[in-house]
């Protein structure tokens, strides 16, 4: 009787500490069930309030551009007949009244106002119609436009923005730097504006290829579009020589297909 009253409160409280270790276990699941819960309806939440932000951000935000980057089609978008105004930033390949940039405003039914080289301020016949400011300039590089910029940038900042430059540059070197300093000073001015680079006419013996391949790489790496003039003549089927006046100026006949050649490529 001895052994058996020392052994029943012994496996009496065995029992009641395997009950409490089965209750804790118990509880324990309860806690770890509650929590997991508890995240989950979280997650949903946050899912719930976040959507909608990504699907405003999405609709309402412009498509990424890089820095200077354009196409062909948003420099044809910016020449509608009616509103546009174009800026365009040459040499003597297009000064003058009968060569491509009035040949070509001309035929689009553009009014045109010239810039007054001579002068180095202003424009010619500038009215609130004007619809093409012709700033090219006799011997002009890539450099004039930016050392002359306060004096050759229209009373109305233009929509596009065409660059001709490349038979009075020294080198391919001096020709692409000058470019991306006009491309940074243009973007400064109008951040909007498409810029166009003209791959100007083939001179004499095609002596400024390497002049005309550096500016068409530069323009495609500041994703720039280009229009060929290049390619226009040299598959015209017209000779050569009737195409030019001297060693790159273009003849009647060469301006007539460079402002077609423009005027088909912007619309």
Known sequence: MAN??????RVALAAVLALLLL????????????RQASAGDSSAAASTTSSPTSSTTSSTSSPTRAEGEWSIGDARKAVPRD???TLVLGDSTGD????WVHLWAKAEGLPIATGRSEAESGYESESPETRVWSGSAP???AAYPVERSD???????????VLS??????SPDEATKQLEALRVDIADRVEQAPIVVLLQNPSADDADADMREAIAARAEEAGLPTIDIATAFEDSGMPKADL???AFHPSGAGSQLWAETVAKALG
């Open 4 to 9: 058996g009253d020392r052994t029943s409160p």
């Open 23 to 34: 209750v804790g276990a118990l509880w324990a699941l309860v806690v770890v069930d509650f």
């Open 83 to 85: 509103g546009s105004r």
């Open 96 to 99: 003058g009244y009968d060569e």
């Open 139 to 141: 011997d002009a590089t």
């Open 151 to 161: 004096e050759i940038w229209p009373s109305v900042d233009p929509g596009l923005v």
């Open 165 to 170: 430059f490349g038979h009075a540059q020294e």
């Open 244 to 246: 030019r006046l001297d």
